[in-house]
């Protein structure tokens, strides 16, 4: 079935600064990548998501870049603030008809 | 619309005894699951169903029952617990397209096993 590892498992960064979160996944079939995000306490909600024949998307602070020949994917938030402060889960839709997560990165975002 | 809603939002069991978590949706949506959320490991797909009367196995599906009467509610049953099964339940629901469509959480079920 499909593996999804994401990196790295925690990550703080300083008030507007970047943050780049990686994703691997194994079925070369998987068509569609959406990211969660998660605040303490409360339950996962999609913030974006890309399909196989996209490369990019980007929403505003945040983009998803795919590289499928690599099987990779990226979220990228730009000009963070203590809001963005969460757990964050990848996630990809393969051959095997499930939603496989990865095992989430808690983002912390420094005042 | 409450969205999709899950009763109870804690609950401590005894080892070997049985319960159901419930699930609700009033969006219509076709497809609904469960996942269970433990620390380290994300969220584990259980079951799930992509309409009234259709139920399949995910990737931790020991221990659980399912069934989907209705296309509003898809209860998720223990059938005896185990402290393994400690952990948050979260059930989700999309439209037709499953899981190629956004996913809408529940508020979970934080379930403990002694």
């Known amino acids: 079935g499909e593996n999804v590892e994401q990196h790295p498992s925690t990550l703080s960064v300083q008030e507007g600064d970047s943050a780049v979160i990686k994703c691997t996944y194994s079925?070369?079939?998987?068509?569609?990548f959406p990211w969660y995000k998660q605040e303490l306490g409360k339950r996962p909600q999609l913030i974006i998501d890309?399909?196989?024949?996209?490369g990019e998307k980007k929403d505003q602070r945040i983009a998803v870049t795919l590289n499928k020949t690599a099987k990779h994917f990226s979220l990228h938030i730009t000009e963070t603030q203590p809001e963005d402060s969460a757990v964050y889960f990848c996630a990809a839709t393969g051959s095997a008809r499930q939603l496989t997560f990865g095992s989430g990165t808690q983002l912390t975002v420094l005042p | 619309n409450a969205g999709v809603t899950q009763t109870p939002k804690f609950q401590v069991l005894k080892t070997g005894q049985s319960m159901t978590l419930q699930c609700a949706q009033d969006?219509?949506?076709?497809?609904m699951s469960w996942y269970r959320q433990d620390p380290g490991m994300g969220l584990r797909l259980i079951h799930y169903s992509v309409g009234a009367g259709i139920t399949d196995q995910g990737e931790v599906p020991n221990g659980y029952n399912v069934s989907r009467s209705t296309t509003e509610d898809f209860p998720l049953r223990l059938l005896s617990a185990a402290p393994s099964q400690t952990s948050v339940y979260f059930c989700?629901?999309?439209?037709?397209?499953?899981?190629?469509?956004?996913?809408?959480f529940g508020p979970g079920t934080r379930l403990l096993v002694l």
């Open positions: 890309i399909r196989s024949n996209v």
């Open positions: 989700a629901s999309s439209y037709s397209g499953g899981l190629w469509e956004t996913q809408y």
């Open positions: 079925d070369s079939a998987s068509n569609y």
């Open positions: 969006m219509n949506h076709e497809y």
